[in-house]
């Protein structure tokens, strides 16, 4: 009987949970509909911002270990 009641309070938790997830999915799907060409690029130019940013920090960790020639990576210039 103890188990029964446990899996019941377990159910509700998860659904509980689930409906939450549901309600932040939904809104920010909606604050997505809302966007409009200018808030796009916005979002596109910082978005290669955080990449440029990820690939600089990725790229000095791996030179210090002498992995990678930053001489190299200057000439290329991916950022």
Do not use: P
Request: net charge negative; aromatic share 8%; glycine share 2%.
């Amino acid at each position: 009987m103890e188990n029964s009641k446990i899996q019941e309070i377990i159910e509700k938790q998860m659904l509980t949970v689930a409906k939450a997830m549901e309600d932040k999915i939904d809104e920010e799907i909606h604050a997505l509909d809302q966007l409009d060409l200018d808030d796009l690029e916005v979002l596109r130019e910082r978005s290669c911002l955080e990449l440029c940013v990820f690939f600089l920090v990725i790229t000095v960790f791996w030179s210090s270990y002498g992995l990678v020639d930053l001489n190299l990576v200057k000439k290329v210039g991916f950022c």
